[in-house]
């Protein structure tokens, strides 16, 4: 079993296997530093990933935003750190650390109110 509570961090091509243990903060900090050097904003890694089921952790820099897009199949989104908006033409949804929400199958957008990281899990089509 693999465990990554202050370690390095596991290179970026691979995910967790069944039965593996990360600790997502430690993970999320270093995302958030990748994130705030990125001229995007933004810096992600999957963590994982399995038949039917996709977990990703999203860091995103203070004011960066995933513009406008699709909704995947089924998903949640948790904010994990920091405050984010979530984002459709009907609606919008503030997120703060250890807030939750089923993303709405429509077009919708995030911006990072702070500095977050928030974790996107997603059952593939």
Not at 40 to 49: E, I, P
Not at 86 to 96: A, F, Y
Not at 114 to 124: C, I, K, M, N, Q
């Amino acid at each position: 079993m693999s465990t990554d509570h202050n370690g390095p961090a596991r290179p970026p091509e691979t995910h967790l296997s069944a039965g593996e243990v990360t600790n997502l903060p430690a993970m999320g900090e270093r995302l958030l530093a990748d994130a705030r050097s990125a001229t995007s904003g933004r810096a992600a890694r999957t963590v994982v990933a399995l038949p039917g089921l996709r977990v990703t952790l999203i860091a995103l820099a203070s004011g960066s935003e995933l513009a406008e897009h699709e909704a995947p199949n089924a998903a949640t989104l948790t904010c994990l750190t920091g405050e984010v908006t979530l984002d459709t033409t009907d609606r919008t949804w503030p997120l703060g650390q250890g807030d939750i929400v089923a993303i709405p199958d429509q077009r919708h957008s995030l911006t990072a109110e702070t500095d977050a990281a928030v974790l996107l899990t997603v059952r593939p089509a």
